[in-house]
């Protein structure tokens, strides 16, 4: 059996993340596609990446490969004494078996033995692209849940291995409680495999459009909460809005701006996770008063010894002290 170095061919390390070997088989089968590629001898380097590729994405198949030690490429090899034992499904003459072959075989039940006798299997299946595309939602739509038609112009190999864009219209269930960046997987959906080899899977990258009330970090949500000067003072009862009803809610007098309320499990839902909701207090001054309004502002200044600009007297006194 002739040796082949499938790090190599990806340009990989043999210590490469899983992500790491997707991305360069994406860049290699981008360059040497036949159809798009003006390489010299691409299909041919195509094949070599897409047949590394489909052994090294595998866990299981990765660990075989591993497990059969280095060597340089096209050098003449046979797996260690016990490698079949471990990781064979059938009987093979190594000495008649394409590395592709033997690789193909794993994982399909017994398919080592449609190899025995030198009978390799050349149309080697090789897996679908996988793809993301962002789909904005709105606040709503994350609180609820929603099913979002897509309508996506997918890039797909037919079976000649030509490249084109086809038309695709999915049906994607949004589940309750999806943040913002989250990302959501729709099994199969992606790029059509060739030679029989899986779809790729459709990638979706969740993205909240902004509310004009609501803001959003992860599952918890922020309110500003505008009270006049005397309902702080005073304290009262308000009612706010949250994403699933109104609710009222209690001001304790001396409520200071800026200061954040929170009412617990109204943010984002999820079981044993949900947000919560913050209300975060904004005084606000009436921007006209009335003659008689006017009067007893004046009368409550004549009266309170309230100063809020205190502490810059005593920074003054400090500064002016150390000199």
Request: zero cysteines; glycine letters at 10%.
């Amino acid at each position: 059996m002739k040796y082949k170095d499938y790090y190599a061919t990806l340009g990989v390390e043999k210590k490469a993340s899983a992500e790491n070997i997707k991305k360069a088989y994406r860049k290699l089968a981008r360059k040497y596609h036949p159809d798009v590629s003006k390489e010299k001898d691409a299909k041919e380097k195509f094949q070599e990446v897409s047949e590394a590729y489909e052994t090294l994405k595998d866990p299981e198949k990765r660990a075989a490969y591993d497990q059969l030690g280095s060597y340089q490429t096209g050098q003449d090899f046979r797996p260690p004494p016990d490698w079949e034992q471990q990781f064979s499904r059938g009987d093979y003459q190594f000495e008649d078996i394409d590395l592709a072959d033997l690789f193909a075989g794993l994982g399909q039940g017994g398919g080592g033995r449609a190899f025995r006798g030198g009978r390799a299997r050349r149309d080697m299946p090789f897996p679908g692209e996988d793809y993301e595309v962002t789909a904005p939602i709105t606040l709503e739509q994350a609180y609820n849940g929603t099913t979002l038609e897509l309508n996506l112009q997918v890039p797909e190999y037919d079976n000649e291995g030509r490249l084109r864009r086809v038309p695709h219209t999915f049906q994607a269930r949004i589940p309750k409680g999806v943040t913002n960046g989250e990302r959501l997987r729709l099994p199969g959906k992606g790029g059509k495999g060739m030679n029989g080899g899986r779809n790729g899977d459709l990638y979706l990258n969740i993205t909240i459009a902004p509310h004009r009330l609501f803001r959003v970090s992860g599952r918890n949500l922020y309110l500003d909460l505008p009270l006049a000067p005397w309902e702080a003072v005073l304290g009262t009862t308000v009612e706010i809005p949250t994403l699933g009803a109104t609710i009222r809610l209690k001001i304790r007098p001396g409520t200071q701006a800026g200061q954040q309320l929170r009412i617990a499990k109204r943010g984002l839902p999820k079981p044993g996770e949900e947000g919560d909701l913050f209300a975060i207090v904004q005084i606000v001054v009436p921007p006209t008063v009335t003659e008689k309004e006017r009067e007893r502002y004046t009368e409550l200044a004549k009266v309170s010894n309230f100063n809020p600009r205190a502490h810059f007297g005593q920074e003054t006194r400090s500064e002016t002290g150390a000199h």
